[in-house]
């Protein structure tokens, strides 16, 4: 599976493939909301070249990112048990996508944003999130707020 917009940004930079999520509908995102991939058993042979099968289709719209594109770039992803998909972003706060919509959810410590690392689902369906140097935040139903032992 090649595809240039998975590694290396229109801004010249590399990202890299950072996350992988299967959706619920089988449906892969691999880092960025861009696109989307159906893929299929099997392989194809390319030029010399043994590739996955695969499909590639539109991602999700109506993204602004800081850089003024109309997708991001997220270092993890989970789903909820809605079926809603859940991006965390390194500098940009986690991106929630519900059927057609989509919410950014800034994520701050002291009114400062943070970057953040993952974003994981437990077992009770509870959201969390890992940082580069704020400790674990959770989702409170309405944003993320840092985890407080004992409360």
Known sequence: LYEDHLTNTPTGGSFGIRSILEDRKGKFWFCNSRYRYSIF??????????????????????????????????????????????????????????????????????????????????????????THKSGAYAFNGKGFEKFQPGR
Do not use: C
């Open 41 to 130: 058993p099997g392989i194809k042979n390319e030029d010399g070249k043994v590739l996955v099968d695969y499909k590639t289709e539109k991602g999700i719209e109506g993204i602004k990112a800081k850089d003024g594109t109309n997708y991001i770039y997220f270092l993890s992803a989970v789903e909820d048990n809605a079926g809603d998909l859940w991006m965390a972003t390194y500098d940009e706060g986690v991106w929630r996508y519900h059927g057609k919509q989509i919410t950014r959810y800034p994520v701050t410590d002291g009114g400062k944003p943070i970057t953040l690392f993952s974003i994981y689902k437990d077992r009770k369906g509870q959201l969390w999130l890992g």
